[in-house]
């Protein structure tokens, strides 16, 4: 009994301290795939600059928004579009008052580098003779990956989707795509500007006009458990330093602006 109690009252003792050890974890971040490169930058100039680490973590945006959902521990979220930020805001699960819009960026398609194919995205534009007999056309999911629902909306404003929906090859994300065409598998993909240029195996094809789809934008917010250390990486996001990285990555920053929500819309992804 003796040791029973010694050991409860260690138990004790030791509780507040987990407690506040909890509190001051490193910050974890859910961020867009397309993201991956450029972030890892600016969180090593963040831990330069400020002495302070986060944690990145990155997949299909619609993956990440259920995690949270689901109670996933992430203080801080980077979509790649507005409808699954929308999603959580109106499930209350952001921090009030913190979402806006962080970056901008351009749909494109894109071949092996090297590939000869050479296409002009007007209406009526046909990729088949460009994807050969079995050839596939590799694009994130178009069911809830955002770059998917992108190259859906484009090839359909192109009148293009009906032909080539039976050829898709839809990945996991963007970036499973972008591999999908850099190591051959696929002879054509859609992807992000921003990712073809990251990718010295791929080459851009062609740019989607931007009024074949929405406007492709990256909002951010802290979630609605997030801890403090947290907000100085937001804020650190929207600084010089880190928009110098996003420009120089190709993404058109927008950092600062108060992102839209479609809060009293109904939305299901």
Known sequence: MGFTRLLLSLLLIAAPYRAAAQQTETPLV???ASLTDVLQQVAADYARDRQKQVRLS??????????????????????ADEEWMDY????H???????????????????????KVALSLQRGVSLEAALGKRG?????????VPAGKYARAALGALDAWQAVKSRIVAA???????????R?????????????????RVRIVA????????????????????????GAFLEYLAGPAARARFAAAGFTVLAGERAPTTSGRAHEP
Request: hydrophobic fraction near 45%; proline fraction near 9%; aromatic fraction near 6%.
């Open 184 to 200: 051959g598998e696929a002879p054509l993909g859609i992807v992000y500007a921003t990712d073809a240029k990251a990718e010295p």
């Open 93 to 115: 699960l952001l921090r009030s008052g913190s979402r806006t819009s962080l970056l901008g960026n351009q749909l494109v398609l894109i071949a092996p580098a090297s590939s």
């Open 136 to 144: 596939r056309l590799a694009v994130a999911d178009p069911a809830s």
């Open 207 to 230: 740019e989607f006009p931007p009024r074949t789809h929405p406007p492709i934008v990256y909002p951010v917010a802290l979630t609605a458990r997030a801890q403090p250390e947290a």
């Open 58 to 79: 990155f997949g299909s945006t619609a993956t990440l928004a259920r995690q949270i959902e689901a109670g996933a521990r992430a203080d801080l979220f980077i979509a």
């Open 88 to 91: 959580l805001e109106q499930r």
């Open 172 to 182: 996991d994300n963007v970036r499973m795509a972008l591999l999908y065409v850099a």
């Open 30 to 32: 859910y961020a867009a």
